[in-house]
C-alpha cells in the first residue's frame, strides 16, 4: 500500500528577493544560509512556500479556513473543521489552549539556492518632487539584495494522513474519513498548486516564477522524502547543467520503496536536456512538466479504489 508521495522540484528566478529576511538600516536582506566553506546561497522558507500554496488553493477556488479564525490578541484559534477547509487538511493547525492540533501531513522543504549568494543589490528611490515639493528636498533612497538562482525544494505528502482526522486533532470521540473521492480531488489541487507556484515578497517589482522547471515524483511505500539531498547543478556557457548521479543514486536507493516514477522537464533551461532523458528514462517517460503533472494526477486518481466511494 502507498505510505507517502516524494516530490522534488527546481525553480528558476531570473532577479528578485522572493523571500527577504530583516531589514539593515535602507538594505533589504535576503534569507541566506552560510555553508561549510563560507560562502551564503539564498533560500526561500518552508512558510513561504506553505504561504503560496495556500494562495494558490484559493485561486483555484478552495475556501481557507482563515477568515473564519477568531483573532483574540496574539492568539489566532483556528475553526478546526478540517473536512470543510483544505488547508486545514493539508497545512495543519494547532489550537492555542492545546487541545486541539493536526500536524500537517504536507511536509515542504525550504526552497534553497544551488549557487552562492553574489551580493548583488536593487537600488530604489523615491523623489518628493513627485509629490509636489521642490527638487531640492530630495526623496528617500534603499536598496534591495537580490539573486539569480536555481532553487530545489522537497514536498513529502504522508497518504495515510490526507482526509483522515483522529479524535484527538478534532476533539469528537471518532475519527473522521474523507471519501476517498474528495481525498483525491485534494492531492490533485495540492499538485495543480504546485504547478502554479508563484509569490513572496517585492512581487510589484520583482515578479518570480516559482513553477517546476524539473519535477520529480515518486508514490512510495515508505515514507521519505527522497529528493531532499538529490539535486546538485552548475552553470556552463550559460545554461544551468543538471548533475545525474545523485539523483540516479536517489532513485536506485529506493527502487525497492518506489511504486510509480514520473519526471517532468522544461525544455530550454537545461544546457544537458539529451542527458538526462538518456540517463534518466530508464525511470519512467520524461515528459514537459505540466505533462508530467498532469500524469501525477493521474496517478492519484488511482489511490484508494479500495476503499468505499
Same mark, same amino acid.
Given at each position: 500500500m502507498s505510505k507517502a508521495i516524494a #516530490? $522534488?522540484?527546481l525553480a528558476k528566478v531570473s532577479a528578485g528577493n522572493v523571500n527577504a529576511s530583516h531589514t539593515e538600516g535602507n538594505v533589504v536582506v535576503t534569507k541566506k544560509i552560510t555553508l561549510a566553506d563560507g560562502t551564503t546561497i539564498p533560500y526561500i522558507s518552508g512558510q513561504a512556500i506553505r504561504r503560496m500554496l495556500r494562495d494558490r488553493l484559493e485561486e483555484l477556488g478552495y475556501q481557507l479556513s482563515e477568515p473564519f479564525s477568531e483573532v483574540k490578541g496574539q492568539e489566532v484559534t483556528p475553526p478546526v473543521r478540517p473536512w470543510e477547509f483544505i488547508d486545514e487538511d493539508l497545512f495543519g493547525y494547532m489550537d492555542?489552549?492545546?487541545g486541539r492540533r493536526r500536524t500537517s501531513p504536507v511536509r515542504v522543504s525550504a526552497a534553497i539556492g544551488m549557487f552562492p549568494f553574489q551580493g548583488d543589490r536593487d537600488l530604489g528611490t523615491r523623489s518628493f518632487e513627485r509629490f509636489g515639493q521642490a527638487m531640492s528636498a530630495g526623496g528617500n533612497m534603499f536598496e534591495t539584495e537580490i539573486y539569480s538562482n536555481l532553487f530545489k525544494g522537497t514536498v513529502l505528502v504522508e497518504l495515510d494522513r490526507v482526509g483522515i482526522f483522529k479524535p484527538m486533532e478534532i476533539s %469528537? &470521540?471518532? %475519527?473522521? #474519513?474523507?471519501s476517498a473521492e474528495e481525498r483525491r480531488k485534494r492531492l490533485q489541487a495540492l499538485l495543480d498548486a504546485l504547478n502554479l507556484l508563484w509569490g513572496g515578497g517585492r512581487t510589484a517589482r520583482m515578479l518570480a516564477d516559482l513553477s517546476p522547471k524539473f519535477f520529480a515524483y515518486a508514490r512510495l511505500k515508505v515514507k521519505h522524502p527522497i529528493f531532499l539531498e538529490a539535486f546538485a547543478a552548475r552553470y556552463e556557457d550559460g545554461k544551468y547543467i543538471l548533475e545525474i548521479e545523485p539523483l540516479k543514486n536517489a532513485l536506485d536507493k529506493f527502487v525497492e520503496y518506489s511504486e510509480n516514477i514520473i519526471l517532468g522537464l522544461e525544455p530550454g533551461i537545461f544546457g544537458n536536456e539529451d542527458q538526462i532523458h538518456s540517463e534518466l528514462s530508464g525511470y519512467g517517460k520524461i515528459l514537459a512538466v505540466h505533462e508530467a503533472i498532469a500524469e501525477a494526477? $493521474? &496517478?492519484v486518481s488511482g489511490l484508494w479504489k479500495e476503499s468505499s466511494e
Open positions: #516530490i $522534488g522540484y492555542p489552549s492545546g %469528537e &470521540d471518532n %475519527e473522521k #474519513i474523507l494526477k $493521474g &496517478d
